[in-house]
């Protein structure tokens, strides 16, 4: 039975996965053959800044099929999480049936278990936590988090530990504490189609080699030099993976076989954080074999 064939035509649906998996091509095939709107639920594909090197639709995919909340984002401003929840409330009252489709694991917690209704960091805050993060490495934060905020979040992510650090240094209480006083999901699990794609390492990791020169020859690093002007690697939108590496061989410091192979090894090990958090995290969802699609 297809994928199409399994998905009720009047309820949303979410499709997970680590990247390069294809998800983007199934919420396409969903909605040519249903319809709906594809949403967005990947942390970096929010920014105008990296269409290439983010794996965001093209500006012809995004003509012919509605999208919503890609590359609306400057590189400069903050987004997060409860950013992202408010607009998607905004089009679950306003857009056709969403098919919400991405690789950030904390996205979808947020949206089918419920987000927690943290106070905004005021800026010395966040300024003093990029200061230790730079200086000091995220081991710093990390080692100030209470123990239950430590044995919940992705340690192996800096943004993720920064922002628990935060959290804590602005409102005295642990993330774990304000996540346990978490209110109603958004759209839970009950209420969706949810689909998570299986994609094995053997299987995934020559797919993350070839997207990753495709990229290159579609634009990557033209992508990157019009960012090296106004270049800030404490900012979010320098997260994308690939950019940093792109970025050291635009200032010479790395040959660009070089950032390839640095580049490639990061996808490959985000994929497999991806992996991690979703068998932890996601084990209600319908998993689907991403090679078999």
Known sequence: M???????????????????????????????????????????????????????PT?????????????????????SVGHWLREVRALLASSARPVIVGGTGLYFSALTEGLAEIPQTPPQIRAEAGRLLVERGPGALLDAL?????????????????????????????????QDATPAPLLPLSEVTAFLLNA????????????????????????????????????????????????????????????????IIATRQYAKRQRTWFRARMTGWRGIDAAAL
């Open 200 to 263: 094995p390492k053997d299987w995934l990791d020559p797919r993350i080699e070839r997207r990753f020169d495709a990229m290159l020859a579609g634009g990557a690093l033209d992508e990157a030099r019009a960012n090296l002007a106004g270049w800030d690697a404490a900012r979010p939108a320098a997260q994308a993976i690939g950019a940093p590496d792109l970025i050291a061989h635009l200032r010479g410091e790395v040959t660009l076989q070089q950032a390839r192979a640095a580049a």
């Open 2 to 56: 297809s994928v199409t064939a399994q998905t009720d035509p009047a309820r949303p649906v979410l499709i997970a996965g680590p990247t390069a998996s294809g998800k983007s091509a199934l919420a396409t095939a969903i909605v040519r053959a249903q319809g709906g709107v594809i949403v967005n639920a990947d942390a970096l594909q929010v920014y105008s800044n990296w269409r290439v090197l983010s794996a965001r």
């Open 146 to 178: 209470d123990p239950r905020t430590r044995a919940r979040i992705d340690t192996a992510n800096p943004r993720r530990v920064q922002r628990a650090w935060e959290v804590q240094a602005a409102t005295g209480r642990g993330l774990a504490d304000w």
């Open 59 to 79: 500006a012809q995919e995004e003509t012919a099929i509605p999208h919503r909340l890609y590359g609306h984002i400057a590189a400069d401003q903050e987004y």
